[in-house]
C-alpha cells in the first residue's frame, strides 16, 4: 500500500487530559431528606478539553505537560479539603466544572496554543457534569 498518497482531511484537533482529586462535600440547596445534603465524599475527575486548527511542532494541540498547572491547582486548592470550606460556589458538578472553566480561561488558556472546549466533572464513575465555553 501507497502511505504517501493518503489524502489529510481538514478539520479540527481535540485533546483531553484526565485530572483525579479526593474531597467532601455537601449539597445545602438540598432538602435534609436528601442523601447529598449529608456530609459525603467522592474521588473527583476532572477532564480538561481542549481544541485547535493548527498544531504546534511536533503536531500538539498543547503539550499535555503544559496542563501540570491544572494539577497544581486541584491538589493546592481542593485535594482533601471540604468543598464548601474553600470554594465561593456551590459544589455540584454542573457548578465546579463552570467554576474550573473560568480558573482555567484565566489561568492557563493565554500561556497555551490550544483553546478550551470543555470542562467534564465526574463526581462517580456513573455521572458527569460538563460546561462548555461559549466562543462569540
Ligand atoms: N445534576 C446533579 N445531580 C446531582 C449532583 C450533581 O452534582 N449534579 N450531585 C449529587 C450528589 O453529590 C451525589 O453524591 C452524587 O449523586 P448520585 O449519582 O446519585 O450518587 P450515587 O453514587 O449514590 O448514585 P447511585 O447510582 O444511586 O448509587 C446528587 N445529584
Ligand atoms: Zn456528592
Redesign the pocket.
Known amino acids: 500500500m501507497d502511505t504517501a498518497t493518503a489524502q489529510l482531511p481538514d478539520g479540527k484537533f481535540e485533546i483531553g487530559k484526565t485530572f483525579t482529586f479526593e474531597a467532601g ?1 455537601r ?1 445545602t440547596g438540598l432538602p435534609p431528606e436528601h ?2 445534603s449529608r456530609q ?1 465524599g ?1 474521588s473527583y475527575t476532572v477532564e480538561i478539553i481542549l481544541t485547535a486548527t493548527t498544531l504546534q511542532a511536533p503536531g500538539f494541540v498543547t503539550d499535555f505537560a503544559d496542563l501540570d498547572p491544572v494539577k497544581q491547582f486541584l491538589d493546592r486548592t481542593l485535594d482533601h479539603h471540604n468543598l464548601p470550606d474553600v470554594l465561593p460556589i456551590e459544589p ?3 457548578l465546579l466544572a463552570q467554576y474550573l472553566a473560568g480558573w482555567f480561561l484565566q489561568h492557563v488558556e493565554p500561556t497555551i496554543h490550544g483553546e478550551l472546549i470543555a470542562v467534564r466533572v465526574r ?2 464513575g ?2 458527569w ?1 460538563q460546561f462548555t465555553v461559549d466562543r462569540p
Open positions: 462535600h449539597l442523601k447529598c459525603h467522592h455540584t458538578s454542573e463526581e462517580t456513573r455521572s457534569a
